[in-house]
Every structure is written in structure tokens, then in C-alpha cells.
């Protein structure tokens, strides 16, 4: 295990029935709330009546900043930016998924920065000090709620790139199992394929070869994640299923499972990002597609951490390592395709002919992220593993 630092200060209110406490967590942080939300689905299931009737209860000004689609961008983010000068917002409150928290995160950064905030994802600049963000989560899958990242999609060069700092980390995150009830089949799949590629990008991608402890969190979380997604397919409403899947996919991405790790990357999300930046297509959606592929990519160098996956999760009793590992990846592509999630470049819509260009926006962001291995020419190799 490596040296690490962990901390995590983000407050957690667990349980049904406590989205009514997020006007007295708001009012901590001050008077006037941007209300950022997406395109309508808080509206239907009664998650906007609840978190409005709290903060007018403890006498909030309220800023509302609808909206937000999913794989955010950033020209909307910019009126979010500019609205919240306006009414001078002194604290902003996601009420909403992955998309609505980032949304709202870039926000809370760009309102004190004096420069374009897209600085901040290029790391041109990095961010000084954000408005305090609170959330209540209707989606479970980014672990935004409990993390320091965003990600955004700037449209000019479809560029899908992200920001960490600790301003940006929620102060309070809301976490009420039922918020999930109405979520639909397909966001329901692509949430466990999210959390799952979360959790395996860093036990896969790490410099630590002695692992026990982070390997079993993953591999505990990744069983939770895939018995409580199999539930929740036949029965949207089950608290049980909805609350163990919340929690776990909150710690999915939340920095515990790759303490001690050493140097950890997340290719599988770089590639991902420019599938959703180029065919705006769901996050999770695009990483069942890439997750497998890239894995039979790295069978050579990573046979070992495949087997054990494959023996740990699909309890594959193949000794030998190779056949092993293999059996795996066709056992987990096999499950993705089994909730419901694309397993194919071809399933997606997306045409064989489209990999150069996809391979060329993915190698951008290589570069950012500083993946040396990932030359436009290796992303391409992936890619052809994903057809
Ligand atoms: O817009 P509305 O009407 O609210 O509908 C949303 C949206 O269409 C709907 N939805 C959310 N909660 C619902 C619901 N529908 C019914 N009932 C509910 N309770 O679900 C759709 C998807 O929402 P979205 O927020 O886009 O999903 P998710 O949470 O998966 O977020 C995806 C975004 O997060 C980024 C992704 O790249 C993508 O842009 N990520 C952020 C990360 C982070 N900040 O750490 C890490 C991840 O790796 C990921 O990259
Ligand atoms: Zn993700």
C-alpha cells in the first residue's frame, strides 16, 4: 500500500423522507440559492415540490436554473454562471444527477473566476475558490455528490473534459433511496455500468501490485452494485435494492476504493467521453461498450487481475489464466447485455467507419490527461475491439 492522503468532507443525509432538510442545510451557507435542475423528470416524481416547499420554509431566496441535459454543456453552464451574478447567489443547490451536480459545480467555480472558465478544464487555470454546492441526488452513478469532479462538454470541438478541486466537493449531499423510484430501466442499467467502470478503471490502472484490501472493496461493491441493479429491474421501487445501490455507488467514485493505488488513470472514461461528446449518447451506455473492449485489449498485461475478477465475481473455476480472464470479460460483457446496456459500437448506431474520428477527439484528451500510452494509433486498436 502507498503513502495517501483521504479526505472526504462531504455530509451525507441518508434515508427516505429527508429531502425535507435541505432548506436548513442550505440557509448554513447563505440567503440566496441557485436552484439548478434538469429537463423536467423532478417536476413529475414530486422531488422539486419537496426540495422548493424546504427552502421556502426556511425563508431562502430562490434562483431556479432548469435546463441541464444530460452530458452537460458548457454554453448553458455559461448562463448559469452569468444568472447567478445577476441575482448575486451566495450558494447553489443540485437537485439532480451526475449532469445537474457538474452543472452546477462549474458554476459554483466559474462565478469567482475572472478568466473563461473553460481554463479550468484545459488546467490552463486552476480553480481558487467556488460558492459552497449542496446536492440531493436523483440519480445514482457519478459519485459527483460525494466527489471533487465535473465533467462538461464544450460543443465548439466537442471537447468532453473535466475539473477536480476540493472547492467544488459538496458541502451536504441529500441521498433518499425513493428519489430513485422513478428512474427508467435504461438510466437504472447505465448507473451500475458507470459505478462498475469506476471501481475496475483503478483495479486495473494502478502502480500498487499489493492490493487485498482496495481489491476486495471493489469486488464487494461491484456484487452489491450487480444483485441490487438486477433487483431493481423487476422491481423499480424496492428501497432495499434503490438504498444499497445509492450508497454503494457513492463509494464507487468517491476516492476510497483507490487509496494506496499509487498512480491510477481511467482510459476507459477518456474514450468514453468522446463517444458521449460526439454522439451525446449515456455515459454508461458508451462505457459498456468501450469497458470490454478495452479489457481484451490489456488481456496480455493484465491476465492475472482479469482472472481474478473473473474467479471473484463470475466465480470462474478455469485455472488456467488466460482462459480465465477471457471467460470474464465475455461474462460481464454478457451481463451488460443482459440489463440492457450496448455492448457494441454497431449496437449504439455508431458506424466502424466513424473510429478514426472518434480515436482522433479521444487522443486530445489523452494528451490532457497526461495517458502517454494512449496515442491516437492504440485508442484506434481499443476501438476496433469495441465494433
Ligand atoms: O433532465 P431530467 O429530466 O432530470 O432527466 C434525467 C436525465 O434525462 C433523468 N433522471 C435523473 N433522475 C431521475 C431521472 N429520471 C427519472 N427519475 C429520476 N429520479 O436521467 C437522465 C440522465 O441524467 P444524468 O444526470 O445525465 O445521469 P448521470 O447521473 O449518469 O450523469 C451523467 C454525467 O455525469 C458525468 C458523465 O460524463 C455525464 O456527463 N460524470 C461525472 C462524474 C463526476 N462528476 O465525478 C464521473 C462520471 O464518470 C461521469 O463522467
Ligand atoms: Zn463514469
Keep these: 500500500m502507498q503513502n495517501f492522503i483521504f479526505e472526504n468532507p462531504t455530509k451525507i443525509i441518508f434515508g427516505q423522507g429527508q429531502i425535507g432538510r435541505v432548506g436548513k442545510e442550505v440557509a448554513r451557507f447563505g440567503r440566496t440559492v441557485l436552484l439548478v435542475y434538469g429537463l423536467g423528470s423532478i417536476k413529475k416524481n414530486g422531488i422539486y415540490d419537496q426540495a422548493t416547499a424546504s427552502l421556502r420554509e426556511a425563508g431562502l431566496n430562490i434562483v431556479e436554473f ?57 488546467y490552463k487555470k486552476s480553480i481558487q475558490s467556488a460558492l459552497p454546492v449542496l446536492t440531493v441526488l436523483t440519480l445514482a452513478a457519478s459519485a459527483s455528490e460525494m466527489n471533487a469532479a465535473a465533467v462538461m462538454t464544450r460543443e465548439e470541438g466537442l471537447q468532453k473534459f473535466s475539473i477536480r478541486s476540493p472547492h467544488i466537493q459538496p458541502r451536504v449531499s441529500i441521498l433518499d433511496p425513493t ?33 487485498p484490501f482496495q481489491d476486495r472493496l471493489v469486488e464487494g461493491l461491484m456484487r452489491t452494485i450487480m444483485e441490487s441493479t438486477e433487483i431493481i429491474l423487476k422491481e423499480p421501487a424496492n428501497y432495499s435494492a434503490r438504498a444499497n445501490m445509492i450508497w454503494a455507488t457513492t463509494w464507487a467514485f468517491n476516492g476510497l476504493t483507490s487509496t494506496g493505488m499509487g498512480l491510477i488513470s481511467l482510459p476507459v472514461h477518456m474514450i468514453e467521453h468522446s463517444l458521449s461528446a460526439i454522439y451525446d449518447i449515456a455515459h454508461g451506455a458508451g462505457l459498456s461498450i468501450v469497458l470490454p473492449g ?59 467507419e ?14 490532457v490527461w497526461q495517458l502517454k500510452d494512449y496515442s491516437k494509433e492504440v485508442i484506434t486498436e481499443i476501438l476496433q475491439q469495441c465494433r
Excluded at 435546463?67 to 445577476?86: D, F, M, Q, W, Y
Excluded at 486495473?204 to 501490485?209: A, K
Excluded at 470474464?328 to 449504439?348: D, K, N, V, Y
Excluded at 466513424?354 to 494528451?367: G, P, T
Aim: proline share 4%; charged share 20%; aromatic share 8%.
Design 66 to 122: 432548469p435546463g441541464v441535459k444530460s452530458n452537460p454543456v458548457l454554453s448553458h453552464t455559461l448562463k448559469g454562471i452569468a444568472l447567478a451574478r445577476e441575482k448575486q447567489a451566495e450558494v447553489v443547490l443540485a437537485v439532480g444527477g451526475g449532469s445537474v451536480i457538474d452543472t452546477a459545480k462549474t458554476i459554483a467555480a466559474g462565478v469567482r473566476a475572472d478568466h473563461d472558465v473553460w481554463d479550468f478544464f484545459t
Design 179 to 211: 428519489a430513485l423510484f422513478t428512474l427508467p430501466a435504461t438510466y437504472s442499467a447505465y448507473s451500475a455500468v458507470d459505478a462498475i467502470a469506476h471501481m475496475l478503471e483503478p483495479y486495473f490502472n494502478n502502480t500498487e501490485p499489493d492490493s
Design 294 to 352: 478495452w479489457m481484451r485489449y490489456t488481456l496480455d498485461r493484465n491476465a492475472g487481475k482479469l482472472a481474478r475478477l473473473a474467479r471473484e465475481i463470475f466465480l470462474i473455476s478455469e485455472r488456467d489464466e488466460r482462459l480465465a480472464a477471457v471467460a470474464g470479460i465475455e461474462r460481464l460483457q454478457a451481463w451488460f447485455a443482459a440489463i440492457g446496456s450496448p455492448t457494441s459500437l454497431t449496437e449504439a448506431g455508431i458506424p466502424e
Design 354 to 367: 466513424d473510429i478514426d474520428k472518434i480515436a482522433e477527439n479521444a487522443a486530445v484528451l489523452a494528451q
